[in-house]
């Protein structure tokens, strides 16, 4: 165990390049109808994973570590793939795995019992409800894993970025903003949505929003690190900014916004693949550059900003060029274009700035966003049909019955 991540095992092992994924999706993208489908049964086994550590009542740092163990089996070589294995039951094993390596362990027999009738009720009544093949599986996947369990999450460097700008939010601001779910970017939305539609029903929306264990959208210790380090007790409390009149709770009430949005992006990467191939520090640094652009009076701000600031570089351009003209000028106006004429335009102190000079590379961190975005687009296609579990088992059972038909054929050609 390294408290450094770039010596850690997921730097120096767990980080691929998209070459090695897709020879590990090779099988699945084979025998699936289309490469929707495959990305539609990916989303929604990440969903039931959310949804098993939801029942067993575990914290969002162990739903992060089961969907990362299950990305992680289901890319390794040699590969394996959906149509080859019950994704259901592998899915409760990172789960059990996860339990253990996150210092929460459960005791198997309630994990069985919670993932039977959880795959049941999605329509998967051949889940094996015996001891032994959970403990078995367990096995299979520590193996696959190579017994690399310790995992590095981008909450925390979302949240070290977040303070280090000045804007932080420390724990004490995390518990007070946090909600009964690990929601994400499209289930927020959809469950504002369905909230105003059904007020007074007495039903809650259910979704892609309602994926998470029960200790709240923004877990600390997930985002800060286990108790004793960081900020805890007295020191965060202190840390936490006075408000000072109606303005100040209003910037305090934006910058939680803020911090909403960028985690909701955060827990969506999770479906995805940027986990496999961006250490965690770029993906945090895309999900706060989401947040500024998906926020609307942070983007409004930004984008006042931007007016500003190409503004002073026309006219610094233009005293440039052509700086006898400053001679037809009143005083004032010349002296000011003499100062910007020595002074190039400084960009302001807001967001973008801050961003732009972290020494990252940005190059990936829009890499990342494209693919954040992508997926939102493929999530918005897909979005019935990854709700529905009977008819996701109905297509993952045709994935296996075609991989069958392809063994048998092979087989008899020999």
């Keep these: 165990m390294t408290s450094n991540y770039w010596v850690s095992t997921q730097c120096n092992h767990w980080i691929l390049n998209q070459t090695q994924l897709a020879i590990a999706r090779a099988e699945d993208l084979h025998y699936a109808a289309n490469p929707e489908e495959y990305t539609a049964l990916r989303i929604w086994l990440i969903n039931c994973i959310c949804l098993l550590t939801k029942r067993l009542s575990l914290r969002q740092r162990i739903t992060a570590t089961s969907i990362v163990f299950f990305h992680r089996f289901y890319s390794c070589s040699p590969a394996n793939s959906f149509s080859s294995t019950d994704p259901s039951l592998v899915a409760t094993a990172c789960v059990y795995v996860a339990s253990k390596v996150e210092e929460t362990p459960v005791h198997i027999r309630n994990v069985v019992q919670e993932a039977s009738k959880l795959w049941a ?65 499209i289930g927020a939305a959809q469950n504002a949505s369905a909230t105003s539609n059904a007020s007074g029903s007495g039903q809650g929306p259910v979704g892609s929003g309602d994926l998470g264990g029960p200790s709240g959208l923004i877990d600390p210790e997930l985002a800060y690190g286990s108790p004793g380090s960081g900020l805890s007790g007295k020191s965060a409390d202190s840390a936490k900014a006075p408000m000072n009149g109606d303005a100040e709770k209003i910037r305090q009430l934006d910058r939680q916004s803020q911090i909403r949005m960028a985690w909701f992006v955060l827990n969506d990467t999770y479906r995805t693949d940027v986990l496999l191939l961006y250490p965690p520090h770029l993906v945090a640094v895309a999900a706060i550059f989401l947040a500024f652009v998906l926020h609307d009076p942070t983007r409004e701000r930004l984008m006042r900003s931007k007016r500003i600031m190409d503004d002073r570089r026309e006219r610094y351009k233009t005293s440039m060029l052509h700086p006898r003209e400053s001679k037809n000028k009143s005083a004032t106006l010349a002296k000011t274009q003499e100062m910007s004429a020595s002074n190039p335009p400084v960009p302001p102190p807001d967001a973008m700035t801050f961003l732009a000079a972290l020494n990252v590379d940005l ?40 991989r069958r038909e392809d063994l048998l054929k092979n087989g008899a050609g020999m």
Excluded: C
């Design 121 to 185: 009720e999605l329509g998967h009544w051949k889940f094996p409800n015996d001891v032994s093949s959970l403990a078995e599986m367990e096995f299979y996947l520590l193996e696959d894993l190579q017994f690399h369990l310790i995992v590095y999450h981008p909450y925390r460097s979302l949240m070290a970025i977040h303070s280090s700008s000045g804007k932080g939010a420390t724990k004490f601001d995390l518990k007070m903003t946090a909600s009964p779910t690990w929601t994400s970017l």
């Design 363 to 402: 190059g990936a961190v829009g890499e990342i966003v494209q693919e954040m975005l992508g997926l939102y687009d493929i999530w918005h296609k897909v979005g019935n049909n990854a709700g529905n579990g009977p008819e996701m088992f109905r297509r993952l059972t045709k994935m296996r019955e075609r």
